[in-house]
Each structure stands twice: as structure tokens, then as C-alpha cells.
């Protein structure tokens, strides 16, 4: 409601106020009963501002944080189901110490919220030993680039400005992306090279672990079918399969 709309909308609520009091007092002929009421209604009028401030106004809040949660937690479940997900998968495959990070990370469907605590301190342990070969990182450059355009239409995502550890995700994976896509050669790379490359594969690495068991964690809350499809798919775990046995 812009400016002129609201004096607009004031003035008529103000003359249809008038206007009922005139009503009244061409009816009942009693100033001093309109007064008495007027009076009344003023004095519950502080009470009727700090109840619409503080409680209608939190519960509006609350809704509304509700629903930006509901869109983020649905952009995250997008970028895991079009790139996330692979993408782990892929970086897991060159760490040879995946046995010791996956078997913490074996998710199942008794985990409480301190399971999940205990494995986001297992994460924040992560260092990995990459075992990076040509081979390994022009597959990671293929996804990359075939991914590039959803990265892109996420980081626009203006609901995703809340999420700012999703957010530092997005932007380490996309320039993990613009570094490999740099280099139109990717064998027989420098040392130093590789040890830079590998550096931006471990940022991403620890992002994606850290978030995707966040995730898992919002959908064995909200979103159990979800749930027992991503535990079947668990890119940490390599005997996954998603048929039921």
C-alpha cells in the first residue's frame, strides 16, 4: 500500500467513525453514554497495541520463518537431487580414507539428534587423503559444467540468503567448477596445481557432507518417505542400494 493509498484508507475508516457516532447520537440523543464508551475503548486501546505487537506479530513472524525454512529446506533438497548427491558420491571415490568417515555415517532410522551431533563433529575432523588422478577430475569437470546453469539459478535463489552455510556450499562448489573448467588441460598438472585443485575438492567436500546430514536430518523429521529413499541412497555408503532386501 503505497502513501497516497494509506491517508486514503485513514481518512474513510476516520469519517466512517464519525459517521457512527452521529448515528448514535441522532438515535439515543446521549453525548455523555459516547463519551463514556469512547473513553472505555481508548483506555483497552495500549493493551489491544501490545497484544497485536508482541504476540500476533510473533506468531505472524513464526509463520512466515516457517515458510522461508519450508522453501530453503526444498532448494537444498533440489541441489542434492540434481547435483549434490553425485557430486559427493564422486568426491567419496578419491578419498582413501572413506572407510573411516563413511562407517560414522552409516545413517539409519533409530539416529536421534545427538547421533547427528556426533557426526557433524566427525565431519569437522575430515581431512581426506584425495587420490587424484586425470581421469578423476575430468569426471568431476563433466558434472561440474553439465551442472552449472542449476548452480547458477540457485545462487539467485533470494530465500537462500538465510541459509548462509548452504550458501558458503554453493559458492564453494561453483568455484571448484569455474577452477576445472579453467584449465583446458588437466594431465600432467604441476604439483602445486594439484594441491590447489584438491584444496578447493576439500572445501567442497566438508560443505556437502555437513549440510547433506542436515538434510537428512529435516526429512527423517518432516519427510519420512523421503528419508528412507535418501538412507537406501547414501552416497557415503558403498554397499547403497535403494531395493528393499
Known amino acids: 500500500m503505497n502513501r497516497k493509498s494509506t491517508v486514503i484508507f485513514s481518512v474513510t475508516l476516520v469519517l466512517a467513525s464519525l459517521l457512527l457516532f452521529g448515528v448514535?447520537?441522532?438515535?439515543f440523543r446521549d453525548l455523555h453514554h459516547i463519551f463514556i464508551y469512547t473513553l472505555h475503548d481508548l483506555?483497552?486501546?495500549?493493551?489491544?497495541?501490545?497484544?497485536?505487537?508482541?504476540f500476533l506479530h510473533r506468531i505472524i513472524e513464526s509463520m512466515q520463518k516457517k515458510q522461508m525454512l519450508n522453501k530453503m529446506n526444498m532448494a537444498v533438497g533440489?541441489?542434492?537431487?540434481?547435483?549434490?548427491t553425485g557430486l559427493l558420491q564422486k568426491i567419496v571415490e578419491l578419498d582413501d580414507d572413506?572407510?573411516?568417515?563413511?562407517?560414522?555415517?552409516?545413517?539409519?532410522?533409530?539416529?536421534k539428534r545427538s547421533d547427528y551431533r556426533e557426526a557433524l563433529i566427525e565431519v569437522e575432523k575430515l581431512e581426506g587423503d584425495l587420490n587424484l588422478t586425470a581421469q578423476s577430475i575430468m569426471a568431476l569437470r563433466e558434472l561440474l559444467i553439465s551442472k552449472r546453469e542449476f548452480q547458477l539459478?540457485?545462487?539467485?535463489?533470494?530465500n537462500l540468503l538465510e541459509h548462509e552455510d548452504f550458501t558458503d556450499l554453493l559458492?564453494?562448489?561453483f568455484h571448484l567448477t569455474e577452477e576445472l573448467s579453467a584449465r583446458s588441460e588437466l594431465k600432467n598438472l604441476p604439483d602445486n596445481d594439484l594441491k590447489h585443485i584438491e584444496i578447493d575438492i576439500m572445501r567442497a567436500y566438508k560443505l556437502l557432507v555437513r549440510e547433506w546430514l542436515e538434510y537428512m536430518q529435516?526429512?527423517?523429521?518432516?519427510y519420512p518417505y523421503l528419508f528412507s529413499m535418501a538412507v537406501r541412497t547414501n552416497p557415503l555408503d558403498r554397499n547403497a542400494d535403494p531395493v528393499f532386501h
Open 24 to 27: 448514535h447520537f441522532i438515535i
Open 43 to 54: 483506555a483497552f486501546l495500549p493493551l489491544e497495541v501490545l497484544f497485536v505487537s508482541l
Open 98 to 111: 572413506r572407510k573411516e568417515i563413511s562407517g560414522k555415517l552409516l545413517i539409519k532410522n533409530s539416529w
Open 218 to 222: 529435516h526429512l527423517q523429521k518432516d
Open 171 to 173: 559458492w564453494a562448489v
Open 78 to 84: 533440489m541441489f542434492f537431487s540434481e547435483c549434490g
Open 153 to 158: 539459478r540457485l545462487l539467485e535463489n533470494p
